[in-house]
């Protein structure tokens, strides 16, 4: 049993540069998200999608676009990566209401030039 | 700004002691859970509480909740050195919208010495 499986693990990009980190849940949940975590800031919810078919931005969406593709994946796109937006990614799932416990994936570690 | 803020932001000791975090938060909750993190990895719920519980155990664990005071103590009794991780309080607050979201704290660093 997996889990929720994030791809890929490490990234490096040049500023300007786009790429979509793909996330993916074998638990059949409804609701999932997307965060970011750095140093001193603990994690901070980007986009997250209570159910599929809808999404729902969070506290720092600027610069990011999800999509819920169907039930199990859920994937974040940068546009444009900046340098500001290095960070380690994290998609989480739950399975009904966002406040019930979460089941994390091993993170991406994204950084940008 | 964060709705969890956790107490101490590190925290060394020996292997067999008691180890105490505390959390505070801003706003009424509906729960408070708390997460493990291990270097690299991804956050491990551990164990959530209800507003209307005062104390919740599971295995080592012990939680309390003071809704009086907004806050909330994490205890694990005799550490072991695979204890050492990162260790997150989140609550559920109003943000943005209508629907709940789990706001993390900053999180308390845990260091078990054997």
């Known amino acids: 049993n997996a889990g929720v499986t994030q791809t890929p693990k490490f990234q490096v990009l040049k500023t300007g540069q786009s790429m979509t980190l793909q996330c993916a849940q074998d638990m059949n949940h409804n609701s999932m998200y997307w965060y970011r975590q750095d140093p001193g800031m603990g994690l901070r919810l980007i986009y997250y999608s209570a159910s599929e078919g809808t999404t729902d931005k969070g506290e720092v969406p600027n610069g990011y676009n999800v999509s819920r593709l169907n039930k199990r994946e859920f994937s974040l796109r940068l546009e444009s990566a900046a340098p500001s937006q290095t960070s380690v990614y994290f998609c989480?799932?739950?399975?009904?209401?966002?406040?019930?416990?979460?089941?994390f994936g091993d993170g991406t570690r994204l950084s940008i030039l | 700004s964060q709705q969890g803020e956790e107490d101490p932001q590190a925290l060394s000791i020996q292997e067999g002691e008691n180890a105490t975090m505390n959390c505070s938060y801003k706003?009424?909750?509906?729960?408070l859970q708390w997460y493990r993190q291990n270097s690299g990895r991804g956050l491990v719920h551990l164990i959530l509480i209800r507003s209307n519980e005062r104390e919740k155990h599971s295995g080592r664990l012990r939680v309390t909740l003071d809704t009086s005071k907004k806050s909330s103590s994490l205890l694990i009794t005799a550490s072991r050195a695979a204890d050492t991780a990162s260790y997150f309080c989140?609550?559920?607050?109003?943000?943005?919208?209508?629907?709940?979201?789990?706001?993390f704290g900053t999180g308390t660093l845990l260091a078990v010495q054997p």
């Open positions: 989480a799932s739950s399975e009904f209401r966002v406040n019930q416990p979460q089941h």
């Open positions: 706003t009424s909750i509906n729960n």
């Open positions: 989140a609550t559920d607050a109003r943000y943005g919208g209508a629907t709940n979201k789990l706001i």
